[in-house]
């Protein structure tokens, strides 16, 4: 209990380092959902279409990569970026875009995955009216998305709940480095295991304030059942 | 005047499944032709395959492809977009207002076409299903049991379409009768 007192204090002292992490943690999340959105919402609804053996197997894929591992994201991205990795010469790692990158990668299988399911559940009716009115590719793709709306934006929900509480990619492809690429949950755990609870239970706090300003908002705007 | 649709020894179904075969079709403008038939006779199977939605399971069809300007077709219960009426007849007028416009009025619907559709009745749902497809251009139209829930206005504005858009073929499937149209039983070949 005095930890979170401790937490409430610190959070109302205004300390910047707290909300310049925060700021890092929300700048890497929503670039990351930006760029997964952009790849994801095509990559799920070209899947959904995809049809036989290669459409079953590309589907099997796409859900089984999101269940991966944050840390082995991490793992991987690192070879990858380190300076003997194939993209090494980029000079990435422990840099807000390589966690940009790692959260992008952990963001894409669960909007391209719930957007495949959000278009695969429309009615057959839907594309069939799509069809006969000759909609143009472009047309098809915009009113295929908003009938699949309310599934699509809770994987958008779901994606940056992923992304804004994971540890793993962050920490390794970060670094964790002070005033640079410090998120909440890196110095969540930074703080716990230098002993200073007080300051991670802040931390935790705000994270999860963050998470249900978004989830609230989000709900009250856009999934809300029609009265 | 030349044929818009033509089929010879047509046969439709779902899947290389056959479900029915049809007389032989020549339809030229300004025609209106209705498919009869009991329920489950294959009538909405007919009209999906003349409007190209399904491919034929044997026998020939030439006719326009399938969207504006060519054929399109009208479920019975029809599938609306979300969003309002006015959007919906949009996206088959291809954003072309004024044509959206005039499809609206000709079904009279402009007094509910700025409503959400989930605020709709299912006879206005229908009478703007009619006019987005109307405002695709369609050279032939084909509709799918159009009276289902229209009220006697919905009504009499379907019939004056069918009587003033003559440059049209429209084809229905139906257990009514429509003045001056041909009549096809399915079943009687």
């Known amino acids: 209990m005095s930890a979170f007192l401790d937490a409430l204090r610190l959070i109302l002292s205004g300390d910047p380092e707290v909300w310049q992490i925060t700021a890092v943690s929300l700048f890497v999340s929503l670039a990351a959902l930006t760029l997964a959105t952009i790849a994801g919402l095509p990559l799920g609804y070209a899947l959904a279409h995809a049809r036989g053996a290669a459409g079953r197997a590309a589907s099997a894929v796409i859900h089984t990569l999101t269940a991966l591992p944050t840390v082995v994201v991490g793992l991987l991205l690192y070879f990858v970026l380190s300076a003997s990795g194939p993209l090494g010469w980029m000079d990435l790692l422990y840099t807000r875009a390589a966690m940009i990158v790692g959260q992008t990668v952990l963001a894409l299988p669960i909007v391209a995955a719930l957007t495949l399911v959000a278009i695969q559940r429309l009615p057959a009716a839907a594309f069939e009216t799509a069809a006969t009115l000759g909609l143009g590719r472009g047309a098809r793709f915009a009113v295929m998305l908003r009938e699949g709306r309310t599934a699509i934006i809770s994987a958008l929900l779901l994606a940056f709940a992923r992304v804004f509480t994971e540890l793993g990619a962050a920490v390794m492809l970060g670094g964790n480095i002070r005033g640079e690429t410090r998120t909440l949950t890196t110095v969540i755990a930074l703080e716990h295991t230098k002993g200073d609870d007080a300051r991670a239970m802040a931390l935790g706090l705000i994270l999860v304030v963050i998470a249900l300003a978004v989830n609230t908002g989000v709900h009250s705007r856009w999934l809300r059942r029609p009265s | 005047m030349s044929a818009l649709l033509v089929t010879r020894a047509l046969v439709v179904g779902y899947d290389g499944v056959a479900v029915t075969p049809m007389q032989d079709l020549t339809v030229a403008p300004g025609d209106r032709i209705v498919i009869a038939g009991h329920n489950g006779s294959g009538k909405t199977t007919v009209l999906k395959t003349l409007a190209g939605l399904l491919p034929p399971v044997s026998g020939t069809l030439t006719g326009p492809a399938?969207?504006?300007?060519?054929?399109?077709?009208?479920?019975?219960?029809?599938f609306l977009f979300a969003g309002t009426g006015r959007h919906n007849v949009l996206l088959g007028a291809h954003g072309d207002r004024a044509e959206a416009d005039r499809a609206i009025a000709s079904l009279e619907a402009a007094s509910f076409s700025d409503a959400d559709i989930r605020m709709l009745s299912n006879g206005q749902r229908q009478r703007l299903a009619l006019a987005r497809a109307l405002a695709a251009r369609p050279r032939?139209?084909?509709?799918?049991?159009?009276?289902?829930?229209?009220?006697?206005?919905?009504?009499?504005a379907w019939t004056r379409v069918l009587a003033d858009r003559r440059d049209i073929a429209i084809i229905i499937a139906s257990h009514r009768d429509v003045p001056g149209a041909t009549r096809y039983t399915l079943g009687d070949r």
């Not at chain 2, 049991?145 to 009499?156: K, V, Y």
């Open chain 2, 66 to 78: 399938p969207g504006a300007s060519g054929a399109v077709y009208v479920h019975p219960t029809p």
């Open chain 2, 140 to 156: 032939v139209l084909l509709v799918d049991e159009p009276e289902t829930g229209l009220d006697a206005a919905g009504l009499d």
